[in-house]
């Protein structure tokens, strides 16, 4: 076995008995994978809601299940009116103007009518809720989930009754100096249930898991796992691809694992075939299906490989938001329309930056050809000495690739966003980086950094991290927070390491339809950021180990932290569109060189 896979394994494990150990007592589960093929009613919709700024009802939660005073000595300070609701999945900040801001407790009561069936179990399934979330089931408190990004769900089979169920979840999205994120990021902290929430079906015994994805370094051998959740774990299963003709049949354990290994010549998912086949996983009580698509990705030397062929990644950032709204995006429609921005710019590659976004872009992403970079938001002022943000930011880790694992379209996973080089930092990411290869070695593994070294005219990438990585990415705005101390053409890059670059952030703020100098960089105008944009594309074209590049953004965003009230006014400005999606004089800078690259 590769010494550095058994490495790997030896910091998994450890960091596993950490992570065990750390959330005892909690009660979010492992969830199940591919929840749009379930069988499941929408809970979303209008949600009653009582706004609480000071948190003060988590210690009387259980009165919030008693809307009517006892007797005439009794009264209750907390009470659930039908008038006074959210949307659910939304943000809530965005659906009032005094919540604009808003970073704290909102409590969410839902009832719902459920007719149990033998045989049959149920799941309260969240897609994400930022940031922190304790869910309670009738006066029961049935656990809690922390992290904004990722699925978690609850088992419910034994604690709802026949008739009318009160759901009632606490949601606080305070920043935390132990969190993941931490304290400061750069875009708005939507808080709220902010994804859809199911009430899934299942049979007593029903396939959790599954990975079935090619073999790393094979264009032909598909391998991986079934998993079964129930009390009949010994089962005979099952993976059909009908249009490849394949009915491969394999037994469970004594655990309910299945390990799969198929030898089938396959037509390969790329940009320019999106090719995604219809998989069959049956047991004998249960069947699921969805399209999943096959092809390798890796390395040789500076190059990234895709199917055997060296590819340029052209890509493009973009936040989870509905800018034209200035809310958290949620829907289908709003996944798609980023999407089809980034097709129009001639993208082939998308970093959902910075953290796991909706299930809705990603298998999108999928259908339309796009390959993927996706991250957790571990961001600037991580506490890396924190065994609890250790522990967050592993279970975010392993969260986001268990519910993405089988999408072909995510080529790299990221472990963080410009942190800064420590022995602690190092030895942490690192460790993440294990865990990645340990769950799933089939992809290429990266970060963004944002340090180098500047001697003259020549800028050396130097992180101890990266030997650790498959692909560097590096965010570098040189001519907006640095300027440019050399001219664009004379700047010489080098690298210590034989492996690819990803430029995976540059960008400058300009507010559309304001117009002025093309080199003062207080301007603010769309001349300055489209020669901005020339210089940096003459800077790259000279790197001779870039595989990709990624401007920061695709389009404006909102951010606290972005004060100008003239060019700002809360939102980043660096979007190559404007929030309402019309596009700056750089956006065709961007296009023309994207159009040059095949």
Excluded at 26 to 38: C, E, G, S, T, Y
Aim: hydrophobic share 35%; with cysteine.
């Amino acid at each position: 076995m590769d010494m550095r896979l058994v490495k790997a394994l030896k910091r998994f494990c450890l960091i596993t008995m950490c992570f065990f150990a750390a959330i005892t007592g909690l009660k979010a589960q492992d969830f199940m994978v591919n929840i749009p093929n379930r069988s499941q009613i929408s809970l979303n919709g209008k949600w009653e809601c009582i706004i609480d700024p000071v948190d003060v009802g988590i210690k009387k939660w259980k009165s919030l299940y008693k809307d009517v005073p006892n007797n005439k000595d009794h009264r209750t300070e907390y009470a659930f009116i039908s008038s006074n609701t959210l949307n659910v999945p939304g943000d809530f900040n965005s659906q009032r103007p005094e919540l604009k801001f808003y970073e704290s407790t909102v409590w969410y009561k839902k009832v719902i009518n459920v007719k149990k069936k033998k045989g049959k179990r149920l799941f309260l399934y969240f897609d994400a809720v930022n940031y922190v979330s304790d869910v309670f089931l009738n006066s029961e408190k049935l656990g809690s989930h922390e992290g904004g990004f990722t699925p978690f769900q609850f088992e419910i089979t034994n604690k709802v009754k026949d008739g009318e169920n009160a759901i009632i979840i606490r949601v606080n999205n305070r920043r935390q100096k132990e969190g993941v994120p931490a304290l400061g990021y750069d875009w708005v902290n939507y808080g709220g249930i902010t994804r859809d929430v199911r009430l899934v079906e299942t049979n007593e015994t029903f396939i959790e898991d599954y990975f079935v994805q090619l073999k790393k370094g094979s264009g032909k051998r598909i391998e991986g796992y079934i998993q079964l959740n129930g009390s009949k774990l010994l089962q005979k299963i099952s993976i059909k691809i009908p249009e490849a003709k394949i009915n491969h049949t394999a037994t469970t354990d004594h655990k309910g694992n299945a390990k799969i290994s198929i030898d089938k010549k396959l037509e390969l998912w790329s940009p320019s075939n999106p090719k995604l086949y219809r998989v069959i996983i049956q047991s004998e009580t249960d069947s699921i299906e969805e399209h999943i698509g096959f092809r390798s990705i890796s390395t040789n030397g500076t190059e990234i490989i895709l199917n055997g062929q060296p590819i340029f990644l052209k890509g493009v950032n973009f936040h989870e938001e509905a800018s034209e709204r200035a809310s958290r995006a949620y829907t289908k429609e709003d996944a798609k329309k980023h999407l089809n921005m980034a097709q129009e710019l001639g993208c082939n590659f998308i970093r959902t930056a910075h953290y796991p976004q909706n299930e809705y872009v990603v298998r999108l992403a999928e259908e339309m050809g796009f390959m993927l970079w996706e991250e957790i938001p571990v961001f600037q002022g991580i506490s890396f000495g924190n065994k609890k943000t250790v522990t967050l930011a592993n279970k975010q880790l392993t969260e986001m690739l268990r519910r993405d694992k089988n999408r072909c379209a995510v080529i790299i996973w990221s472990v963080s966003n410009e942190t800064y080089p420590n022995h602690t930092r190092t030895s942490v990411l690192k460790s993440l980086v294990d865990s990645c290869r340990v769950i799933d070695n089939t992809r290429l593994v990266s970060t963004a950094l944002n340090k180098y070294e500047k001697k003259g005219n020549v800028f050396t990438i130097k992180d101890d991290l990266i030997e650790a990585l498959d692909v560097i990415g590096m965010n570098q705005y040189l001519g907006w927070y640095n300027g440019w101390t050399v001219s664009p053409e004379d700047i010489v890059w080098k690298s210590e390491y034989n492996k690819p670059l990803i430029i995976s952030e540059f960008g400058a703020e300009a507010l559309y339809g304001h117009h002025g100098s093309n080199d003062d960089t207080s301007s603010w105008s769309e001349e300055f950021q489209e020669t901005f944009y020339r210089k940096q594309i003459t800077m790259q074209k000279n790197i001779p180990f870039l595989s990709g590049t990624c401007p920061w953004t695709l389009i404006d965003f909102r951010s606290p932290l972005r004060l100008h009230p003239i060019y700002q006014d809360y939102w980043n400005r660096k979007g190559l569109l404007s929030e309402q999606g019309y596009r700056k004089k750089a956006w065709y800078v961007m296009k023309a060189y994207y159009d040059t690259i095949k």
